[in-house]
T-cell receptor, first 112, second 114 residues
Protein backbone atom coordinates (compact mmCIF):
# COMPACT_ATOMS: atom_id res chain seq x y z
CA UNK A 1 0.00 0.00 0.00
CA UNK A 2 1.61 3.21 -1.18
CA UNK A 3 1.09 5.92 1.39
CA UNK A 4 1.39 9.66 1.63
CA UNK A 5 1.33 11.07 5.14
CA UNK A 6 0.56 14.59 6.24
CA UNK A 7 -0.11 16.16 9.60
CA UNK A 8 -3.84 16.90 9.56
CA UNK A 9 -3.38 20.10 11.53
CA UNK A 10 -4.84 22.56 11.95
CA UNK A 11 -1.70 24.60 11.48
CA UNK A 12 -2.31 28.12 12.61
CA UNK A 13 0.03 30.98 11.71
CA UNK A 14 -0.26 34.76 11.97
CA UNK A 15 -0.58 36.87 8.86
CA UNK A 16 2.82 37.63 7.36
CA UNK A 17 4.51 34.57 8.85
CA UNK A 18 5.98 31.58 7.04
CA UNK A 19 3.78 28.49 6.94
CA UNK A 20 5.57 25.17 6.62
CA UNK A 21 3.66 22.13 5.43
CA UNK A 22 5.22 18.69 5.40
CA UNK A 23 4.62 15.38 3.66
CA UNK A 24 6.29 11.98 3.66
CA UNK A 25 5.74 9.20 1.15
CA UNK A 26 6.47 5.49 1.11
CA UNK A 27 7.04 4.69 -2.59
CA UNK A 28 10.74 5.14 -3.32
CA UNK A 29 9.98 4.91 -7.04
CA UNK A 30 7.93 8.10 -7.02
CA UNK A 31 9.23 10.74 -9.39
CA UNK A 32 6.64 13.51 -9.35
CA UNK A 33 5.38 15.47 -6.39
CA UNK A 34 2.54 17.94 -6.20
CA UNK A 35 0.91 20.36 -3.83
CA UNK A 36 -2.78 21.08 -4.25
CA UNK A 37 -4.78 23.70 -2.37
CA UNK A 38 -8.40 22.98 -1.53
CA UNK A 39 -10.69 25.61 -0.12
CA UNK A 40 -13.63 24.37 1.93
CA UNK A 41 -16.33 23.01 -0.35
CA UNK A 42 -14.20 23.48 -3.47
CA UNK A 43 -12.11 21.25 -5.69
CA UNK A 44 -8.33 20.74 -5.43
CA UNK A 45 -6.25 23.29 -7.32
CA UNK A 46 -2.65 22.61 -8.32
CA UNK A 47 -0.24 25.18 -6.92
CA UNK A 48 3.20 23.56 -7.23
CA UNK A 49 4.95 20.53 -8.63
CA UNK A 50 8.53 19.39 -8.20
CA UNK A 51 10.52 16.57 -9.78
CA UNK A 52 14.10 17.09 -8.62
CA UNK A 53 15.77 17.19 -5.23
CA UNK A 54 16.14 20.67 -3.83
CA UNK A 55 13.98 23.75 -3.82
CA UNK A 56 11.59 25.17 -6.39
CA UNK A 57 10.22 28.66 -5.91
CA UNK A 58 7.10 30.21 -7.40
CA UNK A 59 6.15 33.56 -5.97
CA UNK A 60 5.44 33.17 -2.27
CA UNK A 61 5.53 29.38 -2.52
CA UNK A 62 8.60 27.14 -2.27
CA UNK A 63 8.46 23.39 -2.67
CA UNK A 64 11.30 21.32 -1.22
CA UNK A 65 12.07 17.72 -2.12
CA UNK A 66 14.40 15.25 -0.47
CA UNK A 67 14.09 11.87 -2.16
CA UNK A 68 16.59 10.19 0.15
CA UNK A 69 14.41 11.05 3.12
CA UNK A 70 11.19 10.62 1.12
CA UNK A 71 10.10 14.04 2.24
CA UNK A 72 8.34 16.92 0.50
CA UNK A 73 7.50 20.27 1.99
CA UNK A 74 5.75 23.47 1.01
CA UNK A 75 6.69 26.84 2.43
CA UNK A 76 4.36 29.77 2.11
CA UNK A 77 6.03 33.09 2.78
CA UNK A 78 4.15 36.20 3.88
CA UNK A 79 1.07 34.11 4.63
CA UNK A 80 -2.26 35.78 3.92
CA UNK A 81 -5.72 34.99 5.27
CA UNK A 82 -6.62 33.96 1.71
CA UNK A 83 -4.08 31.14 2.05
CA UNK A 84 -6.32 29.50 4.64
CA UNK A 85 -7.23 26.17 3.10
CA UNK A 86 -6.39 22.48 3.17
CA UNK A 87 -3.15 21.62 1.40
CA UNK A 88 -2.94 18.21 -0.23
CA UNK A 89 0.34 16.53 -1.02
CA UNK A 90 0.21 14.15 -4.00
CA UNK A 91 2.79 11.72 -5.28
CA UNK A 92 2.81 9.66 -8.45
CA UNK A 93 2.83 6.02 -7.53
CA UNK A 94 2.97 2.53 -8.87
CA UNK A 95 5.56 3.47 -11.45
CA UNK A 96 2.93 5.28 -13.46
CA UNK A 97 2.93 8.81 -14.73
CA UNK A 98 -0.76 9.33 -14.10
CA UNK A 99 -1.66 7.62 -10.84
CA UNK A 100 -1.51 10.09 -7.98
CA UNK A 101 -1.72 9.09 -4.34
CA UNK A 102 -2.94 11.94 -2.17
CA UNK A 103 -2.34 12.63 1.47
CA UNK A 104 -5.36 13.54 3.55
CA UNK A 105 -4.24 17.13 3.73
CA UNK A 106 -3.16 19.71 6.28
CA UNK A 107 -5.60 22.44 7.25
CA UNK A 108 -3.85 25.80 7.35
CA UNK A 109 -5.39 28.80 9.08
CA UNK A 110 -3.79 32.23 8.67
CA UNK A 111 -4.96 34.63 11.35
CA UNK A 112 -5.23 38.35 10.53
CA UNK B 1 -11.96 28.26 -21.61
CA UNK B 2 -14.41 26.28 -19.57
CA UNK B 3 -12.91 24.00 -17.01
CA UNK B 4 -14.05 20.50 -16.19
CA UNK B 5 -17.83 20.43 -15.87
CA UNK B 6 -19.67 18.07 -13.56
CA UNK B 7 -23.33 17.49 -12.93
CA UNK B 8 -25.23 17.37 -10.77
CA UNK B 9 -23.43 19.41 -8.12
CA UNK B 10 -25.48 17.85 -5.35
CA UNK B 11 -27.36 14.59 -5.30
CA UNK B 12 -29.46 13.17 -2.49
CA UNK B 13 -30.89 9.72 -2.99
CA UNK B 14 -32.16 6.79 -1.03
CA UNK B 15 -30.34 3.55 -0.50
CA UNK B 16 -30.86 1.15 -3.36
CA UNK B 17 -31.41 3.79 -6.00
CA UNK B 18 -29.26 4.19 -9.09
CA UNK B 19 -27.05 7.27 -9.23
CA UNK B 20 -25.39 8.65 -12.36
CA UNK B 21 -22.73 11.32 -12.18
CA UNK B 22 -21.62 13.17 -15.30
CA UNK B 23 -18.42 14.83 -16.42
CA UNK B 24 -17.29 16.89 -19.38
CA UNK B 25 -13.48 17.19 -19.51
CA UNK B 26 -11.58 20.19 -20.76
CA UNK B 27 -11.64 20.28 -24.55
CA UNK B 28 -8.52 18.70 -26.00
CA UNK B 29 -7.67 16.74 -22.88
CA UNK B 30 -7.48 13.03 -23.55
CA UNK B 31 -7.01 11.74 -20.01
CA UNK B 32 -9.92 11.62 -17.58
CA UNK B 33 -9.98 10.61 -13.93
CA UNK B 34 -12.75 9.92 -11.44
CA UNK B 35 -11.92 10.44 -7.75
CA UNK B 36 -13.84 10.03 -4.52
CA UNK B 37 -13.12 12.14 -1.45
CA UNK B 38 -14.18 11.31 2.10
CA UNK B 39 -12.95 12.49 5.47
CA UNK B 40 -11.86 8.99 6.41
CA UNK B 41 -10.03 7.98 3.24
CA UNK B 42 -9.13 11.28 1.63
CA UNK B 43 -8.98 11.60 -2.15
CA UNK B 44 -8.86 8.27 -3.96
CA UNK B 45 -8.56 7.50 -7.65
CA UNK B 46 -11.43 5.32 -8.85
CA UNK B 47 -10.75 4.98 -12.57
CA UNK B 48 -8.58 6.46 -15.28
CA UNK B 49 -9.42 6.77 -18.99
CA UNK B 50 -7.05 7.61 -21.80
CA UNK B 51 -8.46 8.35 -25.26
CA UNK B 52 -11.86 7.14 -23.99
CA UNK B 53 -10.46 3.74 -23.00
CA UNK B 54 -10.42 2.61 -19.35
CA UNK B 55 -6.78 2.06 -18.46
CA UNK B 56 -6.89 1.54 -14.72
CA UNK B 57 -10.04 0.69 -12.76
CA UNK B 58 -8.28 -0.83 -9.78
CA UNK B 59 -9.72 1.83 -7.51
CA UNK B 60 -13.35 1.04 -8.27
CA UNK B 61 -14.58 -0.25 -4.92
CA UNK B 62 -16.93 -2.96 -6.12
CA UNK B 63 -19.20 -4.11 -8.92
CA UNK B 64 -21.86 -1.60 -7.94
CA UNK B 65 -19.65 1.06 -9.50
CA UNK B 66 -19.24 1.41 -13.24
CA UNK B 67 -17.84 4.13 -15.48
CA UNK B 68 -18.05 4.83 -19.18
CA UNK B 69 -16.56 7.30 -21.59
CA UNK B 70 -18.49 7.03 -24.86
CA UNK B 71 -16.66 9.97 -26.44
CA UNK B 72 -13.91 12.48 -25.75
CA UNK B 73 -16.26 15.02 -24.20
CA UNK B 74 -18.38 12.95 -21.84
CA UNK B 75 -18.03 10.43 -19.06
CA UNK B 76 -20.38 8.91 -16.52
CA UNK B 77 -19.89 7.22 -13.17
CA UNK B 78 -22.80 5.05 -12.13
CA UNK B 79 -23.57 3.50 -8.77
CA UNK B 80 -26.24 0.81 -8.72
CA UNK B 81 -27.51 0.11 -6.14
CA UNK B 82 -26.32 2.96 -3.98
CA UNK B 83 -25.51 2.53 -0.29
CA UNK B 84 -25.06 5.06 2.55
CA UNK B 85 -21.30 4.37 2.60
CA UNK B 86 -21.11 5.73 -0.95
CA UNK B 87 -21.81 9.21 0.42
CA UNK B 88 -18.83 11.34 -0.59
CA UNK B 89 -17.71 14.06 -2.97
CA UNK B 90 -16.94 12.68 -6.41
CA UNK B 91 -14.49 14.63 -8.54
CA UNK B 92 -13.74 14.33 -12.19
CA UNK B 93 -10.37 15.57 -13.43
CA UNK B 94 -8.77 15.79 -16.85
CA UNK B 95 -5.24 16.05 -18.14
CA UNK B 96 -3.85 17.02 -21.55
CA UNK B 97 -2.22 13.64 -22.20
CA UNK B 98 -1.09 10.52 -20.41
CA UNK B 99 2.44 11.80 -20.05
CA UNK B 100 1.40 14.93 -18.24
CA UNK B 101 1.07 14.81 -14.49
CA UNK B 102 -1.00 17.95 -14.20
CA UNK B 103 -4.62 17.20 -13.50
CA UNK B 104 -7.41 19.78 -13.50
CA UNK B 105 -10.33 19.06 -11.22
CA UNK B 106 -14.00 19.74 -11.74
CA UNK B 107 -16.17 21.26 -9.00
CA UNK B 108 -17.30 17.87 -7.76
CA UNK B 109 -20.62 16.20 -7.03
CA UNK B 110 -21.61 15.89 -3.39
CA UNK B 111 -23.52 12.62 -3.07
CA UNK B 112 -25.64 11.79 -0.05
CA UNK B 113 -27.23 8.36 0.16
CA UNK B 114 -29.86 8.11 2.87
Amino acid sequence: QKEVEQNSGPLSVPEGAIASLNCTYSDRGSQSFFWYRQYSGKSPELIMFIYSNGDKEDGRFTAQLNKASQYVSLLIRDSQPSDSATYLCAVNSGGSNYKLTFGKGTLLTVNP
Amino acid sequence: DAGVIQSPRHEVTEMGQEVTLRCKPISGHNSLFWYRQTMMRGLELLIYFNNNVPIDDSGMPEDRFSAKMPNASFSTLKIQPSEPRDSAVYFCASSPDRNTDTQYFGPGTRLTVL
